[in-house]
């Protein structure tokens, strides 16, 4: 189990209650998709993933960001524990969508990156700590199955 301190959880709350999910997931994925470009076999369903701007204006990976940043509500509410949460998820992503285990931590990167330049000034050290903190918890938990 995963401790947190008070600083931790209501640092995370405090990110999520103020996240424009829609915008936030799309240019988290969509950058994940453009520096990682063999991510995007998982979305050959997609479309044109030909280059940057296709993929930044592709309307299905606006949108499957946004499901993807939602599902981070899970964690948000059961951060005692994540790693049951994530159960299912994990288990359809490991057996039914064989994703790489290592693309969940790049996205989570990519989601670092953007939730920096969202709170600018904000994003401190420790507000990073955290952030990073819970993302790892996060993959860990997606990861579960794959072991």
């Known amino acids: 189990m995963v401790e947190w301190t008070e600083f931790e959880r ?11 999910y829609d915008s936030v997931g799309h240019n988290a994925l ?3 998709l453009v ?3 063999w991510t995007q076999r998982y979305f050959a369903k997609f479309g ?3 280059n940057a701007a296709a993929i930044m204006g592709n309307p299905m990976v606006a949108a499957h960001g946004a499901v ?5 509500d899970k964690a948000v509410k059961n951060m005692d524990n994540i790693k049951a949460a ?5 288990v359809l992503h490991s057996e039914k969508l064989q994703v790489d285990p290592d693309n969940f931590r790049l996205l989570a990167d990519c989601l670092t990156i953007v939730v920096a330049a969202k709170l600018g000034s904000g994003f401190t050290a420790d507000v990073q700590a955290a952030f990073q903190k819970f993302l790892a918890v996060v993959t860990a938990a997606l990861r579960k199955q794959y072991q």
């Open 10 to 20: 209501a640092t995370i709350q405090d990110i999520f209650s103020k996240m424009d």
């Open 30 to 32: 969509a950058r994940c």
């Open 35 to 37: 520096v990682y470009p």
């Open 48 to 50: 044109n993933l030909y």
């Open 68 to 72: 993807v940043l939602r599902g981070l």
């Open 86 to 90: 994530y159960a299912e998820l994990s």
